[in-house]
């Protein structure tokens, strides 16, 4: 395959990180990097002097040798910018959270088709060894029936300036729920509360009522004193517990559970009788070997295989749209303190 | 002080415990131990020989001599067992929570007030170590305004087969909150599911929300695979985490947080003016040296403390009642998806 | 079988655990519990009202009723107390150590052996659920060969009066290690310091050296702020970590290592070549459920089973002895800082 | 100042580290990297497309604008190299340890005097956030007098083909234990054991006697499971525990200690009386805040400026040959058991 030219706007916080993965990408050319403050052109410019650094994106819009665009710039310029790349011929990997409303990422969705053009939105995580270790497990049936999803995503800071903790962590559990359990869910109800700003959510509560009896919850949080980021699933006959932070043995499987006999009519009795029949099992712990490759090499290979074989996306445009659909029901839910909101 | 005559009605799970801080208690004599099975009666009698075992509380009632009654019994059972001791002339010490509605609860405080007895329910927590520093703590300011609680409190059963989750493990949470906070909280919303038994939420998250945008959330679980107990009590100044399980060092407090320069007319504006008005402190981490004394052994001391001295529980009837009130709102809320119930 | 009635001589830090123990094996019966302290004998009294507690050990000796007795003294005082016992025709279970000298400890066995009675000594580590299946996974060969075993053992205090760092904690690690490797170490090296007292270590590092290339290696310590009681065990197939401070979870397996491929000649040769041979694995990694009883009551346990069968005791003063005599030579190393002294 | 011309002799696993802090060290340019490696070469040549790669050193020393050079190849080279960049009148920065014996570093150290350069050692460790501040610590009194260092530095490889693992790892605990106790010990007393390889130590224990009865203790070992990066400063009035493992609070401030009230004739005795007289504190922990700066871009700094001002750096020639002497005694020990061995 021929090296794609391609072009990151924004550069701040997830930028650098994306052109350094390009870098090692052999397939891969960062022609452009574009971004409206100057100081950090400099800086990419003095660790990469071959790159071209442009203020304006339309040097790159207009470029026709450049194929790809990523686009790392604050939420509220994704719809307007990766439009113009679409409808510039150029293939798209948006930022997460794909744009700031259903409305607009249904559009783009619509663009990206009549453009015949990649649109793929970077939930990074999805493409971790541990999440992948996770769907393949959950897949396997060896957890059982899923009976919960629980995630903790907490730390101090950064905040956002744009969007409130739900919509900067949010995206990582939804998506990731979504992917793990293969289904998105019916109804959310979320609660939070502003402190450093009355405009913008900064300690959130999330529930999602998924299809079959089965809750996702998300604690996500810019005020706690310690980095979070764990996730326990819940299934019938085993446990799994991802914790993100640790440098290895990220992921735990428990053999422990919860056995009830049915009663005869099917269903567990009350009393001495239905305590009787309930069992608990606390068996091995096994933490299975995880790869330790960048999350975000894959992405950028992901997204290149998709450009070059024309296959959607694990991380389309549409598993996008999904996400925003939730983040915006949590808004109008925790508006009305937790009253559920039917997707 | 001359020594209590006492009983100990019910010896499941919990009045082991109690006999056993019965005897270390110098001023308290364990006169009769009352429970339905005689193979736990049996134990107590190969441990404690001088003890009368009996299957009636009737027994323990009757009898003049005994002076306070200790009621370890199934929840269903508190009313009852506590109303008949409080009539009989016993001072009562009731298993937490103190009913199983807040309609028996105020019926028992005013019989406890006519019969002029101490009635008290024993939420242990309040009396550990680390609760009364954490209540010192947040007394002194030390945390500046209080933003949010989160509990986390969830292990592998066990299972109480009459009452769900919020019931079992939500007491210590709601009872330590309101004693933190110094106030009750206005609304409550909470989310469940129930999975062992159709009946019974054994997977919920309650939300209290108190006066003055304040969050505190409590995830209580009976199906996770790992035992956790953490508190988070987010302040504008520091920031407190509890780590129950740990055997040293379970209260940090961080001198972490987010202040912010507010604009002249009093608020933070948006923008990248607001952001640079956002500074974020991450200090030192100090970990209070706890005293190691078994709460419940406070616990009965406080109790015959308050039937010398006449002088109302830390844990009262009233503070009993106020936890069982969230407990039936949180029920209520479930059952409609988290739409939030006031108090 | 019948019960078997019992003394304890000593009730300081282990003696109450034994009585506690005692209590709960419906094959035994404290008949007395011996000790100088008189508030220590009232508290047994309150606890226990049904013991006979005493202040000379002669009472118990006297009492051809009883057959058992359980010497849980200062070191200084084992050999005596032991052979007045054995010499009354009692059966002994005697703390750790079993004396203070290998010498005694011989004349000790010699004298059980003429008396035809059970002398065990109180290793209690080797009847951990833990260490149990530690044995089972060597012994397995699931490690494969064993490269080296590795314990640190400290805490702040508690300090022994008569004996230093090692006599007081050492005794574990040599226990479990001759256990788990089913053979004595040939040679000792020893360091140490005294800080508190000038006569007696209290910070100390002995290295057992066992046939075959293998070194086991004991840190022991009541000089330091946290509490640590790890044990590494290296293979060359498999890595074992016991942690025993860990609620859950206490042993981790993981299927790492380092494999070479040897030479035509058999051996691993230097420079390049050399390092192409080595290979690492990071595998897997399990932790097996471990059960959950006292080992106290399995030492009790076990004990009358010898006295009932006549079999020898897994902690046989054979056993015994080959501890003390590491004691021993680590006490001639460290004053010679580290000089290796052959066993 | 104006920017200093360097080179980096070395690409392997620290070179590349060095390399991307002088791109980010303004004072700094990187003009030739230098290794026998073509593939090295272009991995380097990719990401730093203005550097210039060569395969000879002779390159580096020819050309009269580079003023200092870094060494980071395999330790029997340093020698030649370094010598060769005096001789060549360039500053010099070698990757620990110095050199492959204490002889030749004396050598070094002369030539460099001689040709006035700078001769820099790269200890790294004491240029982190937490050495500094440990040293800060232990210079304030505030841990009284020190009673002890001990270390525990393993990990499952990786192997030097070299250089066994004490010459390996020994290196960063020597010199902070020298950096801490602003002094050089006495005496070395070491064991050790080869598995993989006959030749090589791949696990060890070394034992440093400072003055003042001080022990300082390393484990060293090459096949751990497990990755510990752990230091206990013992104290008389204080005890820190450094978890370089840790994210965050790597370092803790115990207010914990033993305090012997001593005899009138000034020294405790033994006994009861001796007893009565310790007394164990355990209070506050304190996890004082760290800077987040990377060591190695201190290290560089350092580095230029000494070779502006002259001034003899932290690391000089003197500081890396104490530690080559320990490791020379070191391995004396090894091969007699653990037999000390005076410096």
Not at 2 to 9: E, H, P
Not at 214 to 221: G, K
Not at 276 to 294: C, F, S, V
Request: glycine letters at 6%; a neutral charge; charged letters at 25%.
């Amino acid at each position: 395959m021929k090296t794609v030219q391609t072009a990151v706007i924004g550069c701040g916080y997830w930028g650098p990180n994306l052109i350094r993965n390009l870098h090692e990408e052999p397939r891969a050319h960062v022609r452009y990097v574009c971004d409206v403050n100057p100081a950090r052109l400099e800086a990419i410019k003095r660790r990469y002097p071959s790159v071209k650094t442009v203020a304006d994106s339309r040097a790159v819009f207009d470029d026709p040798n450049v194929e790809a665009v990523f686009v790392a710039t604050p939420v509220e310029t994704h719809f307007d910018l990766a439009s113009a790349a679409l409808k510039a011929g150029k293939h798209v990997l948006v930022e997460k959270p794909l744009t700031d409303s259903a409305a607009s990422a249904r559009k783009l969705i619509a663009l990206a088709e009549r453009c015949k053009r990649v649109l793929m939105v970077d939930h990074t995580f999805l493409f971790t060894a541990a999440v992948q270790k996770m769907k393949e497990i959950v897949e396997s049936g060896e957890l059982g029936e899923i009976y919960y999803i629980d995630s903790v995503r907490v730390n101090l800071g950064l905040f956002q300036h744009d969007i409130n903790v739900v919509w900067d962590l949010g995206p990582h559990d939804i998506s990731i729920a979504n992917y793990l359990l293969d289904r998105a869910p019916e109804r959310v109800s979320a609660v939070g509360a502003s402190h450093v700003s009355r405009q913008i959510e900064d300690v959130a509560y999330v529930t999602l009522y998924y299809p079959g009896n089965l809750l996702a919850h998300f604690h996500v949080n810019w005020l706690a004193p310690v980095k979070v980021r764990q996730m326990l699933v819940g299934g019938s006959r085993k446990m799994l517990l991802w914790n993100d932070i640790e440098p290895s043995e990220k992921i735990k499987v428990y053999d422990s559970g919860v056995t009830v006999r049915p009663m005869p009519d099917g269903r567990p009795d009350k009393g001495d009788v239905y305590k009787t029949l309930i069992q608990y099992r606390t068996g091995d712990m096994l933490a299975p070997r995880l790869e330790n490759i960048e999350a975000l090499s894959r992405v950028v290979a992901h997204f290149l295989d998709c450009i070059e074989t024309g296959r959607e996306p694990l991380t389309s445009g549409r598993v996008g749209l999904e996400v925003i659909r939730v983040l915006e029901a949590a808004d109008r839910s925790m508006k009305m303190h937790g009253e559920a909101v039917n997707l």
